[in-house]
């Protein structure tokens, strides 16, 4: 029953566009490498990618890209790790499978805000330190639900498949101007304007039809975090940090882009407005203003 549950933290309709996103990287290897016969080898190594993204040594790499180092202040440790305890504790007494500990880390950042990564990780930034307690301990629910869906092994998986993926485009980008060039020289040889136009307009569409692939993808992909971002607020409000959170959204952390319907598709948190008013229809008693 533990292995099923843990599987239906991530099977579910919030990831279905990760899903989706895994699903059409799938399909593009093997519509451009399928025809070289090593396609299982090809999909066997992008699952060995994913793997290693799974483990220890991706955790760590996405907390040296983050730019999070161990806490050295003591003054910090007595401030923060009690906190997150408290709020790993009232986890724990709500919902089951949440980490008993997580490994805390600090980004060197004055903005408030704090995210969690791979199984166990907890980065804080400096600027969250400013905040009052009761609204660092909204954030640190919000990032411990995180951690109890999955969402942050989610993230895992797709930086492996990217890493991927990445070099999948790379080798078709690198094979289209090496066409291209080819192309080119036998454009001058020949003195050909026609042939120079082949080759120009081969580079140009083969290079738009690989941005154009990776943006489609990445829809689906920002609408899983979209809604991964309404669930770990939910958390929150399950364990008892509703108004806390809705307090931290409201007033201190910053917002998305607003301008652009473009900009909202390929936002990776919903408005910060929209999160408040989800937390209000739980139950939420929040409001900006005194009555």
Not at 41 to 63: D, H, Q, R, W
Not at 145 to 160: A, D, E, M, R
Not at 277 to 291: C, H, I, K, P, T
Request: hydrophobic share 50%; with cysteine.
């Amino acid at each position: 029953m533990d292995m099923w549950h843990r599987l239906g933290r991530i099977i579910r309709i919030s990831n279905l566009g990760t899903v989706i996103f895994f699903v059409l990287n799938i399909l593009l290897i093997i519509a451009v490498f399928g025809s070289s016969g090593n396609i299982f080898e090809l999909i066997l190594i992008y699952f060995i990618t994913v793997a290693i993204s799974l483990s220890p040594i991706g955790e760590m790499c996405l907390a040296a890209f983050a730019g999070a180092g161990n806490i050295k202040r003591a003054d910090i440790k007595l401030r923060i790790i009690p906190l997150v305890q408290y709020v790993l504790d009232k986890a724990n007494e709500n919902t089951q499978y949440c980490p008993e500990r997580v490994k805390v880390l600090l980004v060197h950042d004055p903005a408030p805000n704090a995210y969690a990564l791979g199984k166990q990780t907890l980065c804080i930034t400096d600027g969250l330190l400013t905040l009052s307690d009761d609204m660092i301990l909204g954030v640190l629910a919000h990032e411990i639900g995180h951690l109890s869906y999955g969402h942050t092994v989610i993230q895992l998986l797709i930086g492996g498949g990217n890493l991927f993926i990445s070099g999948c485009l790379l080798l078709i980008k690198l094979s289209c101007w090496i066409f291209s060039a080819i192309m080119g020289v036998f454009a001058i040889g020949s003195r050909s304007g026609i042939m120079g136009f082949i080759a120009g307009l081969f580079a140009g569409i083969s290079t738009m039809l690989s941005w154009l692939w990776v943006r489609f993808c990445m829809l689906f992909l920002m609408w899983s975090m979209r809604q991964n971002e309404y669930q770990a607020d939910e958390f929150a409000y399950k364990i008892g940090f509703g108004l806390e959170l809705a307090t931290v959204l409201d007033q201190h952390l910053s917002d998305v882009p607003k301008d652009g319907f473009l900009k909202a598709l390929y936002a990776t948190h919903p408005c910060n407005d929209d999160r408040v008013a989800a937390l209000q229809n739980l139950g939420v008693r929040y409001s900006r203003y005194s009555y």
